[in-house]
């Protein structure tokens, strides 16, 4: 399997994780201890603790990024892209995830955690801009113009 093929399980693996370690231990624990249904939880995950509202938002963030990864991973092995820069890129794409993920979580909301979160984020799509283009030069008939 290539490098970006397992940064995008890694991307996935955390995303479950995060659900798991956060929502999930949230969530069941106030269900398990009698003080919440199973039914009284909002879908859109707006009520409950600070941390648990930054983990919810956090696992969204994820959600919502996992498809670009993965149709750029699909798009990388499609044209038979690889390399050092690639696997240099796809691992970057997996550490400012997590590390995004952690600041979201683990920090109360500040102009600096945001700053911070958004710098990871911006991290990301510099590579995901990187990978794409990587991909349509590999795709382009001749090389890139």
């Known amino acids: 399997m290539s490098m970006p093929a397992w940064m995008l399980l ?3 693996g955390w995303t479950l994780l995060l659900l798991v370690v956060t929502v999930g231990t949230y969530r069941w624990s106030h269900i398990l201890a009698g003080r919440r249904r ?22 969204a963030n994820c959600i919502e990024n996992l498809p670009v990864f993965g149709a750029l991973v699909f798009a990388l092995e499609a044209v038979h892209a690889a390399g050092a820069a690639v696997d240099a890129l796809a691992t970057i794409v997996l550490a400012a ?22 710098s990871f984020y911006l991290v990301q799509a510099v590579c995901f801009f990187a990978l794409g283009a990587i991909a349509v030069g590999h795709a382009w008939p001749g090389g890139m113009p």
């Open 97 to 118: 995830r997590m590390a995004q993920t952690l600041v979201h979580v683990g920090w109360r909301v500040s102009d600096r955690t945001v700053s911070l979160r958004f």
């Open 38 to 59: 199973i039914s009284d939880f909002r879908a859109d995950g707006t009520d409950g603790q600070d941390w648990y509202l930054r983990a919810t938002r956090a696992h």
């Open 10 to 12: 890694g991307f996935a």
